[in-house]
């Protein structure tokens, strides 16, 4: 059974910095892309960022220049290192792969169980 566990949240202080980690395990066969999302109070779920298994990343234009995107094949963990926070950062990030695991033949949308991170003075 596949599932991802995600670290790396907390309160953090404007201008601050955090890194989120989300780490795969079990019967994994290859992981495609990874992507964090976010939900604030009130709001929707939101894309932050995203990279596939070819590096390419993509981010919402807010958080273009501050947030970076990453990948360890290796480690089957994803990262979402993030710089000069603001207080309209905060949320509940969740991360998300495309994992075929080791009976399927498709890859299937995995998610995990999410992390808050506070920006807050």
């Known amino acids: 059974q596949v599932h991802l566990v995600e670290s790396g949240g907390g309160l953090v202080q404007p201008g601050g910095s955090l890194r989120l980690s989300c780490a795969a395990s079990?019967?994994?066969?290859?992981?495609?892309?990874m992507g964090w999302h976010r939900q604030a109070p009130g709001k929707q779920l939101e894309l932050v960022a995203s990279i596939n298994s070819d590096d390419n990343e993509k981010y919402v234009d807010s958080v273009k220049g501050r947030f970076t995107i990453s990948r360890d094949n290796a480690k089957n963990t994803g990262y979402l290192q993030m710089n000069s926070l603001r207080p309209e950062d905060t949320a509940v990030y969740y991360c998300?792969?495309?994992?075929?695991?080791?009976?399927?033949?498709?890859?299937?949308?995995?998610w995990g169980q999410g992390t808050q991170v506070t920006v807050s003075s």
């Open positions: 998300t792969m495309l994992i075929r695991d080791l009976t399927e033949n498709s890859f299937a949308r995995y």
């Open positions: 079990g019967g994994i066969g290859s992981i495609g892309a």
